[in-house]
């Protein structure tokens, strides 16, 4: 089992978050003079995917407010519970057990009152300049961790801006050396190998998150879907026209993941939507931009974790001891492709969030090779 250090407490999580959308109108303003091709070809996604900062700040912010409210002991309990039953199946883990994240978590009073304020955000309209140093703010995360997710989320926005920019004809060779600068910053780079699922799966306070507060978790990975799934289309589309109808239909499969129904979030991930689940193509084409991606989002996950848990002495410590393991370019590294296609996949393409231009409604991961007539994942490239 994979440990990270739990020194004392140094400092407490003292940045509080007010709920709604009110906390964030510093951020919450027109988007005008983004530069970006993105924002300039299609504004509401460019808002879409501002709001996933805005929404992975406030889902942190408010795990720390509940651990800290003296009325989510109850809760507390019942999650230490729900994850003793976890530990003790075999073979469960974040990509097999997408079926146990229950829409009502052991916090389920905390995320029904912060949750409109989360959608509320999503669909507002903010500033990037203001946007992306948001996590700066939040006085819980290490420096390091800070760091490292911001270098993560431009290495991203990078990627989108290649492949839209017309002027970019050899875009292997520009995703190449995005890839290389992103990569030279030692202390701030994830690995372009993918990590062993043992720091994701079996780390002291896994799976805290997605149990503890599913609605926060689905929202997030719902957000990261679109990131992933808009690398997809704008690789694969071979015309303008298709690639207006394609981020056209994306959006719209966002929305779907949003509704509520029966009371609740149906439609939202119930697992870490992953770039060979979610765009094969882009994994194919980009396997250590693909890697890179990846595990940017299992140590966003990892620090949910080390955020959720009850209990912990130094979170602060616990955050930088796991962006530590995940921007080490040696050790827990997984060197079989395959294995790791096996891992991602496990979950099934439907508890990810789909394939990025839909088509896939109800759950995959017992379908029979018969059922499967348009199988989604389709890698050709060898080790």
Known sequence: M??????????????????????FACVATAAAGDPTILAKRYPEL?????????LQAMAYEEIVLTNESPSAAIGQRMLLDKLDELEEKQGS??????????????????????????????????DANKVRPLLADI???????LQTLQRGRE??????????????EDKKSAV???????????????ASRPKSDELLSE?????AYPVGFPQFSGLAWASQWLKIALLEIVITATTDAQLDEDV??????????????HSGFVSLPADIPTSPVIAPTFYELYPDAAYILDNLESLKVVIGDVLAYPGIENRSQGIADAVAAYTDKRANLTTDDMKYLLFVLRGGIYNAGGPARGGLTWPDRNWSREQSENPHISISRQN
């Open 2 to 23: 994979i440990s990270f250090a739990r020194p004392a407490l140094i400092r407490p999580l003292t940045r509080l978050l007010v709920l709604g959308i009110g906390a």
């Open 46 to 54: 460019q808002q879409l995917l501002l709001a996933h900062d805005v």
């Open 93 to 126: 883990h974040y990509h097999s057990a997408g079926n146990h994240l229950a829409l009502l978590g052991p916090h389920r009073a905390f995320e029904s009152r912060v949750t409109p304020g989360l959608l509320g955000v999503i669909y507002e309209q903010h």
């Open 139 to 145: 006085g819980n995360l290490p420096p390091v961790a």
């Open 155 to 168: 290495f991203v926005e990078q990627l989108i801006e290649i492949h839209l920019n017309p002027e970019i």
């Open 176 to 190: 190449a050396g995005a890839v290389q600068r992103y990569l030279s910053d030692d202390a701030h780079s994830v």
């Open 203 to 207: 780390h002291p306070y896994a799976y």
């Open 248 to 261: 056209q239909r994306l959006i719209a499969l966002y929305n779907e993941k949003l509704i509520r129904q």
